[in-house]
């Protein structure tokens, strides 16, 4: 099959964004080999951040090893030569070859083959505050150099965002509103359009907002198009995050897909682009 990169519907192209660096639901997440082959190809890729004791970042989305590599303990207490001895863990909790990455040594993979004019990384803060600490800003935009028009930095916090988009020359800004109980709330007061310009005035300068999937179809229900409104506002919109291909994801797609979404995120990009084109 092509490589799963983008889906054309009605003359609107919807990337379908390799979640946590895997190409298909099989995929360990986070490998270095996966996400230069993403790169390569122009794909969308996402990456998770977590701040380390010597002020730089690991690629992992827990913020203490066990689940994810041989490790244990908080990432925050790791040195980063520590957690480069480590082994990432496969779905069934099971060791691989791969080795936890540090930003910059994923940054130095990529910087050995150009990646695509199309490629586009997001790396996903999970810390918010500790990523506005002046050591870490500065490592992070030390890390990335001339990569930055291929990345895109997102979290809750949009300070942060700006921080570290501001240190590093390039990067583009992505803003995720979507935090706690966020549907349950806008479930019992319907009030999408508030949400909407929270966001927007909240984070003006975002490139991509975030949306969890469930908003902006129960937006979609309730009579609001909460993607054709940040799209006039200027700004694409990502609905998040497509667990596994079943019928039931298909057809939420497909009405995502209707919607104009500007792209998907996705655990099985493979699984879902096959589905869709069946």
């Known amino acids: ?42 794909a969308s890729v996402e990456v998770d951040l977590v701040v380390h004791a010597d002020h730089g970042m690991a690629v992992l989305h827990d913020l203490t090893l066990e689940r994810e590599t041989t490790g244990t ?12 001895q480590l082994h990432l863990r496969n ?33 996903d803060f999970k810390q918010d505050a500790a990523a506005r600490d002046p050591r870490t800003i500065a490592n992070f935009a030390a890390s ?6 291929h990345m895109i ?11 570290l988009a501001t240190a590093t020359p390039g ?3 992505g803003y995720d509103p979507c935090y ?9 007061s319907g009030d999408f359009a508030g949400f909407t310009a929270d966001a927007l005035a909240i984070a003006p300068e975002a490139d991509l907002i975030y949306l969890h999937y469930e908003i902006v179809l129960e937006a979609d229900r309730g009579g609001f198009d909460i993607i054709a ?30 919607l104009k979404v500007d792209q998907i995120t996705t655990d099985d990009p493979e699984g879902l682009a096959m589905a869709l084109t069946a």
């Open 1 to 42: 099959m092509a490589d799963p990169l983008y889906v054309e519907r009605d003359g609107h192209r919807t990337w379908l964004k390799w979640h946590r660096g895997r190409r298909k639901a099989s995929d360990p997440v986070f490998t270095g080999k996966r996400i230069v082959e993403a790169m390569r190809l122009g």
């Open 73 to 84: 303990g908080a990432i925050a207490e790791a040195r980063a030569a520590d957690l480069r």
């Open 91 to 123: 779905e069934a909790g099971a060791p691989i070859a791969d080795t936890v990455l540090l930003l910059e040594d994923l940054c130095a993979l990529l910087a050995r083959q150009q990646p695509h004019a199309d490629a586009l990384l997001q790396l």
């Open 144 to 149: 990335i150099g001339g990569l930055a028009p």
């Open 153 to 163: 930095v997102s979290c809750g916090d949009a300070l942060a965002v700006e921080q």
């Open 171 to 173: 990067l583009r800004r």
């Open 180 to 188: 706690g109980a966020s549907l349950e709330r806008l479930q019992a």
């Open 229 to 258: 409104a940040f799209q006039a506002a200027g700004h694409r919109v990502d609905a998040w995050t497509i667990r596994a291909v079943t019928p039931i994801t298909v057809s939420q797609v497909n009405r995502l897909l209707a």
